[in-house]
């Protein structure tokens, strides 16, 4: 029997056992293919730790494979993904830390992604496609709580300032003189009373007086209304006057027109009148027979020179 060749057989048979079972504990041919993504956290990653969850709206889809700080900003985490392939990581895709239950076990939460939203890609030189990320529910609550301890403090400061020593006296002193008013008020009381009183009785005497007044103010409106219409008539009697006067200085401009002519004849013939009467009388005056025998020339008589012939 050759035991070497025995010996060579069973350590060969056993070499292909450890190696099978170190290849079914590593998942084998079970073991699922995945891609690799990046995230950057701005902000504490306590709880979070190796190997942890990585759901997509409540599914796990892979783990944490990496986590460290970021060499150009220590303020910001780099986070690597291992998640299953084919899982549909978009570009409108977010990430955010969650903790899980009251154990406080942190695990990362993927949302978004529409419908239409192209895939997350790898860069162009092999980068890992980076999915954004928003702050936790811790994060904005410590935001959150962060603003309102700084108005808190500024209110708080206000509020110092207002209730200063000197504000504090001067609120003394006015809640003094309140009281002071408030004692004068009650002893008299009587007093407003009785003005209160006679400010009722004003009140209606004024009211009676309103209605007294509500039939006057009604018969000044008629007078009103009626002046009213003696200014319409007013109005049309001085429109008629108008016309009348139009009318009558046009007839006066034809009457001027039609006798300015006659008068001016009438004028010719009074002054030819006046010259015939003038030279009647010059004539007239020189020889007063020539009415009785008129213009001819008389024989001269014994020893007269005969008169020359007198023309006109």
């Known amino acids: ?43 504490s990653v306590a709880g979070l730790n190796l190997n942890a969850p990585v759901k997509y709206n409540g599914v796990e889809v892979g783990q944490v494979r990496e986590i460290h700080l970021d060499p150009t900003n220590p303020q910001r985490v780099r986070l690597i993904f291992a998640i299953a392939h084919g899982t549909p990581i978009k570009v409108d895709t977010e990430a955010v830390l ?30 890992l496609p980076v999915i954004r990320t928003k702050p936790s529910l811790s994060a904005r609550l410590e935001n959150v709580l962060t603003d309102v301890l700084a108005k808190l403090d500024s209110t708080s400061a206000n509020l110092n300032a207002v209730l200063s020593d000197e504000n504090r006296r001067a609120i003394t002193s006015a809640l003094a003189d309140i009281a002071a008013v408030a004692h004068t008020v009650a002893e008299r009381r009587a007093t407003i009373d009785a003005g209160l009183a006679s400010a009722a009785r004003t009140f209606e005497h004024g009211e009676r007086l309103a209605k007294q007044l509500g039939p006057v103010a009604e018969r000044v409106g008629r007078g009103a209304d009626a002046v009213e219409g003696m200014g319409r008539q007013v109005a049309a009697t001085s429109a008629s006057a108008g016309v009348a ?65 007198e023309r006109p």
């Open 1 to 43: 029997m050759n035991y070497p060749l025995v010996g060579a057989f069973v350590l060969a048979l056993g070499a292909l056992l450890i190696a099978g079972v170190l290849w079914l504990a590593s998942g084998g041919a079970l073991r699922q293919k995945v891609d690799l993504y990046l995230a950057i956290e701005d902000e």
């Open 98 to 127: 969650k903790t899980q239950g009251l154990t406080g076990i942190a695990y990362v939460e993927l949302s978004g992604g529409a419908p239409g939203s192209a895939p997350l890609l790898p860069g162009p030189n092999g980068e």
């Open 245 to 309: 006067v139009d009318a009558a200085g046009a007839a006066i401009q034809r009457f001027g027109n039609e006798t300015q002519p006659e008068l001016a004849r009438l004028m010719n013939e009074v002054e030819v009148l006046s010259a015939s009467l003038k030279r009647l009388a010059e004539q007239t005056e020189r020889n007063p027979a020539s009415l009785l025998v008129g213009r001819g020339t008389l024989s001269a008589g014994p020893g007269e020179t005969p008169a020359p012939e």
